[in-house]
């Protein structure tokens, strides 16, 4: 571990150089906020933001990730064969990640990395990812991540922990590849009184989060106790299925994979998906076990707060960052959902 430093009037110049070796997303101003993306050339990541609409989960989960191309001209060399489109091995590199979305990466491993399969275009944008996170020093009203295993100074998932300290950020190199980006970009070796600033900031942050939630009753009880629970229509009354908290949540990992023609020429393409949509779980008999719009809302909390809780003995499928609360067009709130859960009685 390194303590490390940078003037603010020296970031644009240090994340010039670094993009020399390093292919960089990271927090960028665009007309309704803030959004996490990849960076073109010459563009900075803005530590400046509060927060963003979209996750990192973009960096190793992409949108749309196009995987095989192929040509049905029968008249082509190799035609009705899939061709795997080349990866990019550049270094890549998530600049200005909040800690909680680092966190949100590692539970998105648990799917896409295991012990018996490996997802080959999840694991090699992971493998080849430095997380320089940006800790928050006021973290906005709907941020519970403290709840979740997690928090607004979290260092346990990046490899650069950076702080906003005045005129300067301030921050520690983890690990080894927190190092080499460090030397690549430049960054100053810290002083002494770096780590007792971050832990004073740390403290100061965390004092910040009024934001509670419970999940320990949740754990004992059983997935059918939970699931026959009556206040599933009524907590999901006013859903309208639209799919938002899915898509800005940094730990849903549904897709779909689809085949896409123009032409003669195809790819295939693997795209995010959502629970959430009415045709998600529809079977090709025509058989929907979710035909309900309230049976998609409970499968989705369901999931992130009992299902997940069960298999992996880990927590909850969420970090607290929030958005899904602050971007809700109906106002469903995950924490109220998760406390109804924890505070439910099943009949004996």
């Known amino acids: 571990m390194k303590m490390i430093s940078i ?90 990640i909040r800690p909680y979305d680092a966190k949100a990466v590692e539970i998105l491993k648990k799917n896409f990395m295991t012990e018996d399969y490996k997802d080959p275009y999840f694991e090699r944008r992971y493998e080849n990812l430095t997380l320089v996170g940006m800790a928050e020093n006021n973290p906005s009203p709907v941020n519970f991540s403290t709840s979740c295993g997690t928090g607004p100074f979290d260092e346990s998932c990046l490899d650069i922990i950076l702080a906003d300290a005045g005129d300067s950020y301030i921050g520690k190199a983890l690990t080894e590849k927190g190092e080499k980006f460090a030397a690549a970009a430049g960054f100053a070796e810290g002083d002494s009184g770096v780590e007792a600033k971050l832990a004073e900031l740390k403290e100061q942050a965390e004092g910040k989060i009024k934001s509670k939630v419970s999940f320990d009753k949740i754990e004992k009880m059983t997935i059918l106790d939970l699931y026959e629970a009556p206040f599933w229509e009524e907590a999901a009354f006013a859903c309208i299925n639209c799919g938002t908290c899915t898509y800005a949540c940094p730990t849903c990992w549904c897709f779909d994979i689809q085949d896409e023609v123009k032409g003669k020429d195809g790819v295939r393409m693997r795209n995010w998906d959502t629970c959430m949509s009415e045709v998600y779980s529809v079977h090709t008999t ?60 099943p009949s004996k």
């Not at 190799?78 to 080349?86: A, F, K, N, S």
């Not at 992996?312 to 960052?321: A, F, K, P, Q, T």
Request: some cysteine; hydrophobic content about 30%.
């Open 7 to 96: 003037k603010k009037s020296d970031w644009a110049g240090a994340m010039e150089k670094v993009q020399k070796s390093y292919r960089l997303a990271g927090p960028v101003k665009e007309k309704k906020g803030h959004t996490f993306r990849e960076l073109k050339d010459g563009e900075t990541p803005d530590l400046e933001y509060s927060e963003t609409r979209m996750s990192v989960k973009e960096v190793v989960l992409p949108q749309s990730e196009v995987m095989f191309s192929y040509s049905l001209d029968e008249n082509k060399e190799g035609h009705h064969i899939l061709e795997e489109v080349p990866f990019d091995e550049t270094p890549r590199a998530a600049v200005g």
């Open 286 to 345: 025509g058989h929907d076990p979710r035909h309900e719009a309230w049976q998609r809302t409970r499968n989705r909390f369901m999931h992130k707060l009992k299902y997940y809780l069960d298999k992996y003995e880990d927590g909850i499928m969420c970090v607290g960052c929030g958005r899904c609360v602050s971007q809700c067009p109906v106002n469903i709130d995950i924490r109220k959902v998760c406390q109804q859960m924890n505070d439910y009685e």
